[in-house]
């Protein structure tokens, strides 16, 4: 039999059970197609240059190693349909502030905008994503999928406070008396549920200087990611106060809700995680051996040195793709890949390193 277009082969156990698991050829799956429209343009004189490109990527066939919602065997499937659309900027300022036989000063702005919709819905699959889990995350999903929307879509109820008994109160947004929140009732037409951010950032910025003193050497770059958020997944499960979690290291961010007993994802747990960081630092000086051509060259450079964010979490930085749950303790990087959940900061996520580098350089 069939689902739509997608075959279903039934199994039957020992015990005479029957399950359903979805099935394709490899030779059913068509090939990813991308058709991409650019318009550029420069301008340099002796100390400017800029660089200005927009452009409109459209991808067709989208492969995606997805569950299907609501079969008795959620068993992966690999598709190739639907189609996203991604319009973006680029732009490049670069300006030598001083220049002289002894010093120089250069420094570069570049800005990056991106949008992407899902223009075509991918048949058969439902349209609600990036599952959590469970035990512990109520193994519910939180990325919405529509078409002629943006991708990344975090979908859920907004969170108002507390109940008597320690129950999160949500709003009634379409004020008809009645809240409906439960996870499962995201189709439900009178659902009290929306759109709650985006996984995906809306600007990328980096700033990078250099800087020559005769000898001397130093180069520095801020970088700084606008406009998403994360579903902190480490707050989802840890902060709420219940038994089982009193022996473990609770998380207590300032966000924390005292008294809280129930863990069911909202705006609660959605937070926006826009940073300003120090990306890269390095000073170099620069010796001659004699009179000879060798030098010597010394240098100490820093990764990761500063982080400016709201952000509680352990890494501000947008996470692209997902990597699903491991529910059952599964090794991270074997599970099911999703490109259209982004934003889902998993409890497995480790804090960025801080690097700090001397480096020795012979010049013979």
């Known amino acids: 039999p069939q689902l739509g277009s997608v075959p279903i082969r039934q199994i039957f156990s020992s015990s005479g059970s029957v399950g359903t698991v979805l099935t394709r050829a490899a030779s059913e799956i068509d090939n990813e197609v991308r058709d991409e429209f650019n318009l550029s343009a420069t301008w340099q004189s002796s100390r400017f240059q800029a660089a200005l490109k927009l452009y409109q990527r ?22 190739s349909n639907g189609q996203m659309r991604a319009r973006g900027v680029e732009l490049q300022l670069s300006y030598t502030v001083s220049e002289s036989e002894r010093s120089r000063w250069n420094t570069t702005l570049v800005a990056h905008g991106q949008r992407s919709v899902l223009t075509e819905q991918l048949e058969v699959f439902t349209s609600i994503e990036g599952n959590l889990g469970a035990p512990g995350n109520s193994d519910v999903n939180i990325v919405r999928l529509a078409e002629g929307e943006a991708v990344g879509q975090f979908w859920g109820p907004v969170y108002t406070g507390i109940s008597a008994n320690g129950t999160p109160t949500f709003a009634d947004l379409n004020n008809d008396g009645d809240v409906i929140s439960d996870p499962w009732t995201w189709l439900d037409e009178n659902t009290d549920m929306q759109v709650l951010g985006s996984g995906l950032p809306a600007w990328e ?37 219940v038994s089982t979690l009193r022996e473990s290291n609770n998380v207590a961010t300032e966000l924390r809700v005292p008294g809280l ?15 300003v960081k120090l990306d890269n630092v390095s000073v170099a ?80």
């Not at 459209?58 to 598709?79: A, H, I, K």
Request: aromatic share 12%.
């Open 261 to 275: 007993t129930t863990s069911q994802f909202s705006s609660l747990y959605v937070e926006k995680a826009n940073f």
């Open 285 to 364: 000086k620069r010796f001659a051996l004699g009179q000879s051509k060798r030098y010597l060259t010394l240098s100490l450079a820093g990764h990761n040195l500063l982080v400016w964010t709201n952000y509680t979490g352990p890494n501000p930085e947008p996470v692209l793709t997902d990597s699903g749950p491991a529910t059952n303790g599964e090794p991270i990087g074997q599970q099911v890949m999703n490109f259209v959940s982004p934003g889902i900061d998993r409890r497995y996520t480790y804090r960025p390193a801080r690097m700090v580098v001397l480096g020795v350089c012979l010049g013979l």
């Open 58 to 79: 459209t991808t067709s066939n989208l492969q995606q190693t997805r569950y299907v919602f609501g079969l008795p065997q959620m068993d992966p499937v690999l598709t």
């Open 205 to 241: 910025l980096g700033w990078s200087n250099q800087w020559t003193f005769g000898s001397w050497s130093v180069q520095a770059m801020l970088r700084s990611t606008l406009g998403h958020s994360l579903a902190n997944l480490n707050r989802f499960f840890y902060e709420t106060d």
